[in-house]
């Protein structure tokens, strides 16, 4: 399959401290790839590198051919990379409606479009007149994750799923979108429950790249467990 999302040499710096240094990775089209890691190994700022929401030092980032390191954050998610936060971005005053309308420019929020929204998510569709503020943590993360899909990503990033969502429900989510044919980039520090689900994965810690391959590798590999659970000389 052909690379959609292509990451070479990436590097962040905040206040002399590196945040990411000469991390690479490859989506290909149509694959979930893992992005793992305890905490601060940079999985969030890579995200925030790859969306434009931070600048990168050095590096390129590559959308289907299109240098995008120019380009700012609306350019980048005009050209389909699309994110469903950790922290989700809301607007309190709105309801869940009203707030996924936000996101679709490009769709018409009623008939087939919610309806095949609500197939990934059917724990909203009682919930679609209630404002987002009062909602559960859970529904949040779905409300935004809906954002996301309502922008017609080519790439969908989502950011520690798992441990608002839980196991069981978030691999089952995540697995009816890449039957469908999403390309995902999925970051967590819960890496077995990622790699059961995924084609490839990476491992970060303390901003650098340790460690790439298989499921299978990775799974057999005693240091994985050590690197997210945040020791970063892990695989020192």
């Not at 940079?42 to 600048?55: A, I, Q, S």
């Amino acid at each position: 399959m052909p690379v959609l999302l292509e990451v070479r040499a990436i590097e962040a710096v905040a206040d002399g401290d590196w945040l990411v240094r000469n991390v690479s990775l490859e989506v290909e089209d149509g694959q979930t790839v893992a992005l793992l890691g305890g905490a601060a190994a940079g999985k969030t700022v890579l995200f925030d590198l790859l969306l434009g929401l931070r600048p990168a030092r050095d590096g390129t980032i590559r959308l289907a051919g299109q240098d995008l390191m120019p380009r700012g954050t609306l350019a980048r998610q005009q050209l389909g990379l699309r994110c469903a936060f950790q922290i989700p971005p809301i607007f309190p005053g709105l309801a869940v409606r009203e707030h996924l309308e936000l996101a679709a420019t490009s769709v018409r929020l009623e008939g087939p479009a919610l309806d095949r929204l609500l197939n990934y998510l059917p724990e909203l569709e009682a919930r679609l007149d209630e404002p987002v503020a009062g909602l559960e943590p859970e529904l949040l993360r779905l409300v935004d994750l809906g954002r996301a899909l309502l922008g017609l990503p080519r790439v969908l990033l989502i950011d520690n799923l798992m441990p608002v969502l839980g196991v069981e429900r978030a691999q089952a989510l995540l697995q009816s979108l890449a039957l469908d044919g999403y390309t995902l980039l999925v970051a967590d520090r819960w890496a077995e429950s990622v790699l059961e689900i995924a084609d490839h994965g990476y491992v970060l810690a303390a901003g650098r790249l340790v460690a790439a391959g298989s499921p299978r590798e990775l799974l057999a590999d005693g240091r994985l467990i050590a690197a997210v659970a945040g020791d970063p000389n892990a695989y020192a």
